[in-house]
């Protein structure tokens, strides 16, 4: 049996909905059918279907999708060798040998021997292990994270590992080893050496920590095919059990994770860099974490740190905190008889992301003073700025900015609104200026203001041009425009009446801003808008077909409309293709 065998023998067995039914209540939609919220981003009405007969999943909303494999790599992060090998096991099907995994165990052999090694040289210098004592830690947490340490002997491990039938390419290959010049020698020496796991809990690299004062204080394996540091968090595997009830900690260093593992907090994993990852977030989603507590260091690099983790795709998915701590870090507290009460305290007062980000921005400013209040909006702009419809972290952002700032929500509101349709900055309220937060509207104004910046003896052929290009829908401002300019082909008339509209003032903003006398690029900015004006109608087309799926139709109904949905959504790729071939011309905001 080859592989593409084994695959429709795991499917054969194996029912999508059961598994999907893991990860995701689902609901019956149709014969076949399946919905229910998608796993793969937030979202209130479901939009996430299985198809049992078809053995496909899709979700309208991110677009995520694919087979009963795709799924599982997707909810678990695996790649496709790993997600085979899993469903396999449980399919009870038997895969055929392959040569990739070979190479794979081969490196993880190479690496559990060099950890072999570290662990016997731990115990035959005792520098090292009251290095360790010093520290605070304990044997019991020694041996748990399985901490070892690398004489100072430069080819002791290349020896060790020929000893054991390991040629040197293999450990270069691997991290443990280093080539210099043609010489290969001991990446690591004189140093307390951290092994790091993946997910399953075994060795992929190495962090060393000097004992003495060459070289950089940790040193690190390179990347290799079992390695990347943004997709590994250190102690993972020590601390997926607690992790299950929700909560994380989240500390920088890896002596911090294991100093508070030690005072009796299990949920504490470390970042092998300065801030969480997207890959390090989806470790925690994965193990059913809720609550992540970021307990960095306490100098400006640790609130960096912070600042970049709560930036991350997947932040919406956590609720997040940010950890004040008594001391530098918290390795220092494991030294302190008080340790253990003084972090919990820590804990217990740590501030929310939103009061955590409001406090950062106004550092150092003073809020009675109007130009550092705009200092503090522009800085909390980019995450009030969020494409979720439902993100709580952003509402309470918004109250408190107007709480503190003085702004009335609908100014703020407005001015963001500005800034999400116009894609570039506007002058931050008070005042805002006045816009409608209807993107579809804000580009039928573009063209309107463009054809009223047109010379005179041009602005008919540009209607004409106008309504050969986009087909309005009944009811659209841009629709009545066009109407009204047939009746009354006058500049002037048509400025006065539209200004005598809600909607003036958006208008007059874009004519004030139209370069004076006849624009050469008129005619290249006006298809620029018009292609992006096409894609909002076809978006608004969309909407009301995926609405129209949520009500559950009957099965021709549902095959005609996700027809329709596939028509369109190919439509809005090509207008977007079309626009993003030729970017704006310069100058010019659409």
Known sequence: MDAGQAVELIKSRLSLREVVSRYVALKPAGRGR???????????????????????????????????????????????PEALERLAEEAGVELPRRKAPERRRELLEVLALAQSYFLENLHAHPEALDYLRKRGLTEESVARFGLGYAPPKGDGLVAFLARHGVAPEEGVRAGVLAERQGRIFDRFRHRITFPIKDAFGRVVAFTGRALGEDGPKYLNTPETPLFRKQEVLFAYPEARPALREGRAIVVEGLFDAIALHQLGFPETVAVLGSGLSEGQALLLKKAGVLEVYLAFDADEAGQKATLQSLNLELAPRFLFYAVRLPAKDPGELLLHPEGRALFQKALEEALTEVAFRFEEASRGLDLSRPEHKRKVLEALTPRMLTPEPFDPVAERLKALVVERLGLSPKSLEDYLASLRTRGRPAPPPPPPPPTHGNKTLLLELDAIALLLSAPEERFLELVDHVETQVWPPEGSFLGEFLALARKEPRRDYLRRTLSQREEGGRLFERLLLAPQGEDPRLQ???????????????????????????????????????????EIRAAIEAERRLYKRRPPPSGWSA
């Not at 793969?40 to 991110?62: A, I, M, N, R, W």
């Open 34 to 80: 399946w919905k229910g919220l998608c796993p793969f981003h937030q979202e209130k009405t479901p939009s996430f279907y299985v198809d049992e007969e078809k053995g496909l999943f899709y979700c309208f909303g991110c677009k995520a999708g694919g087979d009963l494999f795709a799924f599982v790599q997707r909810a678990e992060g695996l790649d496709f």
């Open 524 to 566: 290249e900015k006006l298809d620029h808008t018009l292609a992006r004006l096409r894609e909002a109608y076809l978006q608004e087309r969309l909407a009301k077909v995926k609405a129209a799926l949520a009500q559950n139709p009957d099965p021709p109904t549902l095959e005609r409309l996700l027809k329709e949905y596939q």
